[in-house]
């Protein structure tokens, strides 16, 4: 039985970058099960740890050697090999040559095309500890690194500069270069707790080390648990509620090795400023967790995490509250100041704000996105004069200090200052939805006039852009509008919006700038919308030959698109389903071949067989009973009518032969199919599922 043993493998570097660290050791530990498995090394588990100074793998159980392996060329075809005097030919001995063997060392073997000359041998297998150095070297090259760099006089390039590379099989050290580096056994602890190397006698003891002695808590997930119970542990001291967002707690987590909570205090008149603005401080700027009353309210206080275990905790937080006051005093200066002038004021000055130099300025997109926004507004019922009111102060906030300073406040600031300024309430709220959904999964518009600035704003941004000639290519969307197009998709399905989404981009179009050729646009920007439609659903766990059954229909209203699509899904998972889809495929592919005129009504006297005549009399029936159904968009229950055809279907196709002799009676045969593609095709294209 072949010997097992642990190994480690750690990349000491200087500080990674915080946001990466995570991908990138979710990225290492499967670049190197990918090395070992090409080379067969068999193993037990991978656990991977990562801290700002390091990404380290330690691989359980792996084997001490490659397994022998048996290498077969095949070489020419035997009549090929051997001339009629039975001595090998050059093809032969050409093979045996590229080989390292013998002709008379070849062997032959039975193929499906005769017997061909084949060379076997065994190839020993490699230590592990002479495969890691490559398994390593490929395993960091293909790690997921936007920018790398250099440094020093070396040509090798990695995400930070590396200063050791701990690599261990069991107790045994494995030797290799890599970055100017030489592979050792020693690992380094926290940079000021234990800024020594540490020697590890093993693979096996490298996390109970750094935890024991240096000051390092290797695992991404124990630190990250470690920080949300020292976090949560202040706040019950308070009698308080500190959220702790996934985004922020992973990034204070990636950047520190022995993390420390501690809790700190601002000036309670800072409260005045608007909470959104002390948070965006505190996480973005300074990546302290705020603390809120149990009313939801913001308190005076902090959490901060220092990567530190210090003897004196009160200096670290009096640093962090030094820290953070003059941020808080520049925040409350632009709130005071941005407040001395009407929002509308600020108006003008959007005409020197350019948007896009084919598009002009922001005031411009304001102008266009209340046209736009008074359409939806009207289908909406909404008072045209509120809408644009709300467009034109809609962008005003964008040239207030506090935004210039806060760009993720965009809109928020906006209804602040739109209060400040007197506006309706409801136009205030407008303007900090306009943004929204702002993310994936993201909230939507509570109120219709913000849902008419948020879609406007939308489908101006993207008509246009798509008119300057900048659309998304690959994986470049400088102006995100994949992300413009989903929130379109979203806006309209999810409210829903029965609007008819050609017309809406039809406005859009006749808005745009003089000059720039908009000849087919607006079908472009469709048909762009429609694409995303797959992944939408398919986050919904919908798949996408139901949605291409939907969208076969070419629907022009997104919201009623919707209703088929769950129509379709539905309909998928009743036991006639698949044999129906089967026979609207064959039902296509035979009214695809003919050239006759299919559209007119099937005639009962041509009808000789009774599998026809049931049929037909069955669709009548269906007819008539789905009218009304399809008139208040009931495509579920169209299609669980239609469901019941399967047994005269399947009838018609097992006794009637529908290409007949006579023309008369096989033109009948296939109106009668036609008016069966109609039935189905009145809600979906069901021939698209997949079994």
């Not at 000359?117 to 020993?124: N, P, T």
């Not at 939805?433 to 994936?440: I, N, R």
Request: proline share 6%; net charge negative.
């Amino acid at each position: 039985m072949q010997e097992v043993e642990d190994l480690l493998i750690e990349i000491g570097t200087e500080e990674l970058p915080p946001t990466s660290l995570n991908a990138l050791s979710s990225a290492f530990q499967d670049n190197i099960e990918r090395g070992l498995a090409e080379l067969d090394l068999g193993h037990g588990a991978i656990e991977s740890f990562a801290t700002p100074r390091r990404l380290a793998c330690l691989v359980r159980q792996i084997e001490s050697e490659q397994p022998d392996r048996q290498i077969v060329r095949r070489g020419p075809a035997l009549a090929a090999a051997y001339g009629g005097d039975g001595q090998p030919t050059k093809a032969a001995l050409g093979f045996a040559r590229s080989c390292g063997v013998a002709v008379d060392e070849l062997e032959t073997e039975d193929t499906e095309k005769g017997k061909v000359l084949v060379a076997r041998r065994v190839e020993s297998g490699q230590s592990t500890t002479e495969l890691v150095p490559a398994i390593l070297r490929h395993a960091l090259a293909g790690l997921p690194i936007a920018k790398r760099m250099r440094w020093g006089d070396l040509d090798d390039e990695f995400v930070r500069p590396v200063h050791w590379i701990c690599a261990l099989l069991g107790s045994r050290q494995i030797e290799g270069r890599l970055y100017g580096v030489d592979f050792g056994r020693a690992t380094r602890g926290h940079r000021f707790h234990h800024p020594e190397p540490i020697l590890l006698e093993a693979a096996a003891d490298y996390p109970a080390v750094l935890r024991e002695r240096g000051y390092v808590e290797p695992s991404f997930a124990r630190r990250r648990a470690w920080i949300e119970n020292q976090v949560q542990s202040f706040a019950e001291t308070l009698g308080a509620s500190v959220p702790l967002p996934p985004r922020l707690l992973d990034e204070v987590t990636a950047l520190c090795e022995w993390p420390c909570a501690l809790i700190g205090q601002f000036d309670p008149g800072y409260l005045e400023v608007p909470p959104e603005v002390l948070v965006e401080t505190m996480q973005e700027n300074q990546r302290y967790f705020p603390v809120y009353d149990r009313s939801g309210a913001l308190l005076p206080h902090f959490i901060t995490v220092a990567n530190i275990e210090s003897h004196d905790p009160g200096q670290i937080r009096a640093g962090n509250e030094r820290v953070i006051r003059p941020r808080f005093a520049d925040a409350a200066f632009f709130w005071h100041q941005d407040r001395k002038q009407p929002l509308d004021e600020r108006y003008p000055m959007l005409g020197e704000v350019l948007f896009h130099e084919k598009l002009g300025s922001l005031a411009d997109k304001a102008e266009r996105i209340a046209r736009i926004g008074a359409w939806i507004g009207e289908q909406l019922g909404q008072d045209r004069r509120e809408i644009e009111r709300a467009a034109r102060l809609a962008k005003c906030d964008l040239v207030t200090q506090m935004v210039f300073e806060f760009p993720r406040l965009q809109g928020t600031m906006g209804r602040y200052y739109a209060q400040a300024s007197g506006e309706p309430a409801i136009v205030a709220q407008a303007i900090e939805e306009q943004y929204l959904p702002a993310q994936a999964g993201d909230r939507l518009p509570s109120g219709d006039l913000g849902l008419a600035l948020s879609l406007a704003d939308r489908v101006d941004s993207l008509v246009g852009i798509f008119a300057a000639g900048e659309r998304p290519s690959g994986v470049k969307d400088p102006y995100g509008l994949r992300r413009a197009a989903i929130g379109v998709v979203r806006l309209v399905i999810e409210t829903p919006l029965d609007l008819d989404i050609r017309e809406l981009i039809a406005r859009a179009v006749a808005g745009v700038p003089a000059g720039l050729d908009t000849t087919g646009i607006g079908e472009d920007v469709y048909q762009y919308l429609v694409e995303r439609l797959p992944g939408y659903y398919q986050d919904r766990g919908i798949p996408v030959d139901t949605v291409e059954a939907g969208v076969a229909v070419g629907a022009g209203r997104l919201a009623d698109l919707d209703q088929r699509i769950r129509a379709v899904e539905l309909f998928r998972r009743r036991p006639e389903a698949a044999a129906l889809a089967t026979a609207n495929k064959r039902i296509g592919n035979i009214l695809r071949k003919c050239d006759e005129d299919t559209d007119s009504p099937a005639l009962g006297s041509l009808m000789v067989e009774p599998a026809e005549a049931a049929l037909s009399e069955r669709i009548t029936e269906l007819e008539g009973r789905i009218e009304p159904m399809m008139a208040r968009c009931d495509y579920a229950g169209v299609l669980d009518e239609l469901a019941s055809l399967r047994p005269e279907i399947d009838a018609f196709f097992d006794q009637v032969l529908v290409m007949a002799d006579d023309p008369q009676v096989r033109l009948n045969r296939l109106r009668l199919l036609r008016r069966i593609q109609r039935l189905f095709g009145n809600v979906a294209d069901v021939s698209r599922l997949q079994p």
